[in-house]
């Protein structure tokens, strides 16, 4: 039997442009002449300090020879006093200083392979030593640095830090892109050393300049009870401090000045390495996701302040971003075109990383390495004690932030806060087929004006115990799905015996038990409203024409389009509620970035969720079914199912009893939630946008138009408050028990 063909060696590939002796020594003297900096302030500071020694020696003298002393004669000590205090702050930016201590995890080849063989491969591709450790971090960039700083880059050994939401909204190909663009910033044969340190001589000269001790910045803060004697002082030395970094500044900017050319040129390298794994378009398109990255950062920073007056943390900051990244690229979707082919010359790279697998694939239990980095960044770097917040899924953060948009305002405003945006105020109870005469729907009104004043504070407080039962609910259901998915699950967050998957399902489970029995009570209070918002509808509808301004007389043309769409969607709510309960939970395992190394328990509790969210998506849509939506942006009416449902519920997965499947069941799990992940996640997007936007157009038509026959309502501040989270508002001016340490904007 002939042997088979040995494999080919893999052909290097060029991936940095040529760099040729000039770049070399642009390398060379860059890093000389930086490196001279630090010297030649060393030496100003020295003679600074010699000439302060020298004056004293003078002064000392002077009075030592002197006959008899002058009052005069001291004066030269308040100088010599301040410039002493000025040399010793300039002195500070010599110390040695460590690098700023991140949170971060780190991975070994044994624990994620896949990573180490894709950086083994990019650093054998730019002829570069490997890395010698590799770390996990909440940043959002990827960079690479020197053991040891300046004083290690003679050995040369490079650390790499990922950040993880970078590995949660790309792909795997733009992942190893991004990659790398880092490495080839250190690659350049004979001149590495001397990339290494232009790179680290400039860290170092930002450290020196914007990093402080811990007590500095507080020197900036306003303290309570400061006396105006405390103040003065305080200020004094946090300008003192200032203008003595001034001359260190200067030299900061004469090392950014000479060494820009040769940053440059590593630059504009490392970027087209980085476009000769994608493609120019494609590595355009990279670019701007990565400018929509840092804008969702910008929004998770204030999420989590929010969060802090809340008491209600993300769990997962990588899947949050992601979440933010796919939602801000979504409005962008009708200018963007497919995916530009990958060169040829690129084709030889990463032949196993095609465009549409995710970056997450890469890494082993990605969902776990990503919440317990989040947790470590919460502890350590923002001072946040995690056993005084809730951890909750990234999809609840979000849904927490929809209240403060606009249509909701509306809802709350029209119903003085006493409706909760995810019940229906339809269908309640009995209303007017015909019109019974506009004295008798303004009585109407008028009548639950007046009622709503007694009974308010009443319906106020059930709503509120109802909403956080559906708040904790969904906590429960959440964590359960965790706990099966073998993720680690704390007992003190949720108060349960054990954190087993059926002890907080029978805690959820008690919970939506008290939210049925809440029920009927809450129903008997809303069907007065209704009556008022039908009645309120009514006089709008009814009306003739004289007696409305042209706004309403406008808003009456669009009136019974929105009310069917309205209608039919209300009558879907309780349904939808149970798919945000479930779906909360879904998003909490971030399914879209499973793998098949990931443990088996994960997969089951996929298999536990998905089919639960899909039967209820088609319960909803079953429940709207024959409902049009007449604002489509061809003037033509469509289906409102297929104006929500863009694209094709997951099939059920069939099991298989044969043993040697387990891995086929797997891969269908994880493409089920992945097509769950991509056809859910805008179908609940679409129907909460809608329902509220429908919701405030009916409300605010009904406040607009009692505001012009009965004139506006007000039921006073003891009732008009109502959300938990509105309440958690209120208290965020107010200082917190624990500070954090949370980056200014």
Known sequence: MPESPAPQPMKRVRLTPWRGPFHFVLLLVTSSLTLLLPLAYAVLVMAGGLYLGWRGFEWVTALALAESWRWQDVLPLAWLLAGAVTWIFMLRPLRGRPRSVTVALQITPSNQPRVFELVDEICWHLKLDAPQEIWLDTS??????????????????????????????????????????????????????????????????????HERDPWEPALRARREKEGPLQRGVRLTAWLWMTVAKLPFGLFVMAARMISAVALLSLGAGADRAGAKVLGKGAWKRLQAKMEL?????????????????????????????????????????????????????????????????????????FVDLARQVTCFYYQHELGIGLHENRLVADEEVIHQNRREDESLVIIR?????????????????????????????KEEILRVRRETREWGCRLKLALQEWNLAWQRRRDLEAAAVLSQAGFTVSRIQFGTDDTTPQSLRSEAARQRMLMEHMESALVAYEMKMESRFAAALGLLWWSPKEMMDDRLAERRKDLAA???????????????????????????????????????????????????????????????????????????????????????????????????????????????????????????????????????????????????????????????????????????AKPQGSKSRLPAK
């Open 413 to 441: 405003r029209y119903f003085s806060g006493l409706a909760h945006p995810e019940r229906a105020m339809c269908g309640l109870g009995a209303t007017h087929p015909v019109s019974p005469g506009l004295e008798q729907l």
């Open 140 to 209: 959002i960039g990827i960079r690479s640095s020197v053991r040891g700083g300046v004083r290690g880059v003679v050995g040369g050994e490079l650390i790499l830090h990922i950040g993880l939401p970078i590995v949660s909204v790309m792909s795997a190909r733009e992942f190893a892109a991004m990659l790398v663009r880092e490495l080839a910033m250190n690659a350049g044969g004979m001149g590495t050393t001397f990339s290494h340190l232009v790179r680290e001589l400039n860290a170092w000269f930002y450290r020196a300049l």
């Open 562 to 732: 929105w009310v069917s769409i309205y209608e039919a969607m209300a009558g879907a709510l309780p349904c939808f509620r149970e798919l945000l309960t479930t779906f909360f939970a879904f998003q909490t395992l971030g399914a879209r970035h499973a793998n098949l190394e990931d443990r088996g328990s994960f997969f089951t509790a996929l298999q536990s969720v998905v089919p639960k969210m899909t039967n209820l998506v088609k319960q909803i849509l079953s429940t709207m079914d024959g409902a049009m939506y007449p604002f489509a942006p061809n003037k033509r009416a469509v289906r409102l199912n297929e104006h929500l449902l863009q694209g094709k519920l997951p099939e059920p997965i069939n099991i298989s009893m044969n043993p040697g499947s387990a891995v086929d069941i797997k891969a269908l799990s994880a493409k089920m939630a992945a097509d769950a992940g991509e056809v859910i996640a805008p179908f609940v997007d679409r129907f909460l946008n809608l329902y509220h936007q429908s919701y405030a157009w009916l409300a605010e038509s009904a406040e607009l138009t009692e505001a012009q026959f009965l004139g506006p309502n007000s039921l006073g501040a003891e009732v008009e408050m109502l959300m938990p989270e509105e309440f958690a508002r209120m208290q965020e």
């Open 293 to 365: 990255l840092q804008g969702a950062w910008e929004a998770t920073r204030k999420e989590i302040q929010r969060g802090l007056g809340q008491q209600r943390l993300p769990d997962n900051l990588a899947l949050l971003l992601a979440r933010h990244v796919a939602g801000a690229a979504r409005t962008k979707e009708s200018a963007e075109q497919d995916a530009p082919p990958v060169p040829e010359d690129a084709k030889r790279l990463f032949q196993e990383l095609p465009n549409d697998v995710p970056a997450a694939s890469l890494v082993r239990g």
